[in-house]
């Protein structure tokens, strides 16, 4: 059994660097303890002293009021001191189902068998969640620096609803093998220490929070806490960055050693499907998740969401060409390499998982065989409908619906998808061709002076796999460019890196970069050649029909809409960072020259929104929900911070301007895409009825 599930030589060379990094920062925690001890010490022998004088000049009523200050200070600092170092983190339990084996006697028996067969804790409680996940979890506070918790397992049922029941015995393992890495005892003690100091350093809004109310409560001395705060979580900020990166690159090694356990307990087939799956199933529950979102409005909700995110899971299947097996999505290394060609291979040392493509690659050296059950892993969970719907229920319990919500059957949500998908999806005789592409800008006078010149002369011969494959590696090829642009600006901080299978250091970045630039606009030209000879050909074929000006117009209008959509989105980030000190804590009198310094964003905002009001290409996209939104914006002059204290309905209003700034800004191109080649298929169907 040693041999069987033994630990690799990275991970234990990572796991005693992480140990040494651990041992580095609780060194320079207690140090820092010991000091905020000690600054309350001397603050209230500091008192004491000031107490022996007054007992030696009994008028001195200034220095007994000097002395009850001191003591206050020293109380609010040691009271911050406690809420600060000694903060409890929990787990929200409230969308979750603890089971036990009485309610799933098949699950808590493969679970149990899992455990037994990799000499492993059992845990100490399970829970079924909503989502496309599973997870090891603890609850944490100071305390488990020094002792780790016990661990608890958490399923999602979206998890179960895209797996058999092989895939899903993967997925247990591969949860099973973080419990393993305990042999180390590093794996719970770095998790949990690492949440710890996340929550007391990178946690901001509970720091803010805790700010304001010691702010509020000791008055005008909260200074002094905010000051000593700040030092000291700059000082552990800084030592964290060295435990960070070392937990980080542990993290990694823990992801392949789980993976390892999880092929030899189910077999290296299912853990490659079950992992290739994922993505694909998590996409597809994010679909549910804001379809029902958008129809808050109209009291919409399900009773059971798991038929319907199956229903979604096909659907894309269908679209990208994956294959349906055993009810399932058998999703492909070939599909997902089809959309990804990018040429980088980046080790990410602030990365906590590897690269599914990594992944893969280990899991396929391994290459162990096993018994495949092809059932659905629904078969191991009883009364499995009632608890889809206990986890639907939950998965709404914080919506507020503006009536009583209806719940949408499966055939209306079916209905509901095919008229939504053919509004956001482009038609399939494109072949993917537009997937996630703009179409070059040309002169598209110039593009109709050349229609004598030679295109192409039916419309199959565009959308060939052969064009369909050019633009993909194209796409990728841009990616590349915009990542390694961003190398060379540290945007992305990485020592080195791969490009095309050759090694390339930081300092290198900025010489590649000028080699991807020129290939880039080689193969640009290329693209922009391609997208105005497929112009060419649909005026040409538009013009029999009269149609052609039509066209035209659907091209400018798209044209027009790219454009304006860098202007908003710049107009977008430069509001949205000019409101970041509305989440922080500030002085009234810094606030308001924050305020000042927003409203020169805000007011180029309102120009843009009023512009957008009357602009006639907007009025055939805006929805009444986004107008009404503006509207109520532009209405009066918005005050945020009254009577020393913020807004928050006028805040709220201008959240939602924005976001729906965003959504209507950002959607603009694909709409109009969408027109565009919606109907150029109508003019090839008139010209080619079947």
């Known amino acids: 059994m040693q041999n069987k599930f033994s630990i690799s030589t990275g991970y234990k060379s990572q796991a005693i660097r992480t140990v040494f990094a651990i041992i580095f920062f609780i060194l320079v925690y207690i140090t820092v303890l010991l000091l905020s001890f000690t600054l309350v010490g001397v603050l209230i022998y500091s008192s004491t002293l000031l107490l022996q004088i007054v007992k030696m000049n009994k008028s001195s009523f200034y220095i007994l009021v000097l002395f009850v200050l001191i003591n206050f200070m020293a109380i609010i600092l040691l009271i911050f001191i406690f809420m600060f170092f000694f903060r409890k983190r929990t787990v929200d339990l409230s969308g979750w189902l603890e089971i036990n084996e009485e309610d799933q006697p098949k ?59 092989s895939e899903f015995k993967a997925i247990l393992a591969h949860e099973f093998g973080h419990f393993t890495q305990r042999s180390l005892n590093v794996y719970s003690y770095v998790y949990i220490e690492n949440l710890v100091i996340y929550k007391m350093l990178i946690d901001e809004e509970y720091y803010q929070s805790l700010i304001l109310k010691f702010s509020t409560f000791s008055g005008r001395f909260g200074w002094i806490v905010i ?162 719907k206990i986890l639907t229920e939950k998965l709404f319990r914080y919506w507020q619906f503006p009536g009583t919500p209806v719940n949408l059957s499966f055939e209306e949500f079916k209905e509901k998808y095919n008229e939504d998908a053919g509004k956001h999806t482009f038609s399939r005789k494109y072949n993917h061709f537009y997937e996630l592409r703009d179409i070059s800008r040309f002169d598209l006078n110039q593009a109709i002076d050349r229609q004598e010149e030679s295109s192409f002369n039916n419309f199959s011969e565009i959308y060939t796999e052969k064009n369909v494959d050019f633009i993909h590696q194209f796409s990728g090829l841009d990616m590349d460019l915009k990542t390694v642009e961003s190398i060379s600006k540290k945007e992305i901080p990485i020592d080195s890196f791969e490009y095309n299978g050759e090694k390339y250091s930081f300092k290198q970045s900025k010489e590649l970069l000028d080699k991807i630039i020129k290939q880039h606009e080689a193969v640009y030209k290329e693209v922009k050649e391609l997208d105005t000879k497929i112009f060419i050909f649909f005026y040409k074929m538009s013009k029999t029909s009269g149609r052609h000006e039509q066209l035209v117009k659907y091209y400018e209008t798209y044209f027009y809409f790219l454009t304006e959509d860098k202007s908003n989105l710049q107009i977008y980030l430069d509001l949205i960072n000019s409101m970041q000190f509305i989440y922080k804590f500030h002085s009234f009198n810094k606030i308001n020259i924050k305020l000042e310094q927003m409203k020169d964003k805000e007011d180029i905002f309102r120009g843009r929104m009023k512009s957008i009001l009357n602009d006639e290409k907007y009025q055939q996209i805006i929805t009444p929900e986004q107008k009404e939104k503006f509207e109520a914006y532009l209405k009066k002059e918005l005050s945020y911070f009254d009577e020393q204290k913020y807004n928050q309905e006028a805040l709220k209003i201008l959240e939602e301007a924005i976001y729906q700034f965003y959504e209507l800004g950002s959607r603009a191109p694909f709409y109009a895409l969408k027109k565009l080649l919606d109907f150029q298929i109508e003019i090839v169907e008139s010209e080619n009825p079947a």
């Open 227 to 388: 000051i000593y705060s700040r030092f000291i979580r700059w000082i552990l900020r800084k030592t964290y960055d060295v435990v960070s990166k070392s937990y980080m690159a542990l993290s990694r090694e823990m992801e392949f050693h789980s993976d390892e356990i999880s092929a030899r307990v189910a077999g290296s087939v299912p853990a490659t499907t079950a992992l290739l799956r994922t993505g694909l199933a998590s996409d597809s529950f994010n679909y549910i998740w804001q379809f029902y979102y958008s129809r808050v409005s109209e009291n919409l909700k399900s009773e059971n969401v798991y038929p319907q995110h199956h229903y979604v899971m096909t659907k894309y299947a269908e679209r990208y060409g994956v294959h349906i097996e055993n009810d399932l999505p058998q999703v492909s290394k070939e599909i997902i390499s089809r959309f990804n060609r990018s040429k980088l291979v980046i080790a990410n040392q602030w990365a906590s998982h590897p690269t599914i493509d990594d992944r893969i690659k280990r899991l396929d050296k391994l290459k162990i065989d096993s018994t495949i059950s092809v059932e659905s892993a629904w078969k191991l969970f009883v009364n499995a409908e009632d608890i889809q």
């Open 107 to 165: 699950l808590f028996e493969l679970i149990k068998s899992i455990s037994m067969e990799i000499e492993t804790n059992f845990p100490q409680k399970v829970y079924l969640g909503a989502g496309v996940d599973a997870m090891v979890f603890y609850d944490s506070n100071f305390k488990n620096l020094l002792l780790p918790s016990k661990e608890n397992l958490m399923i999602g049922l979206g998890l179960v609803n895209s797996m058999t029941e």
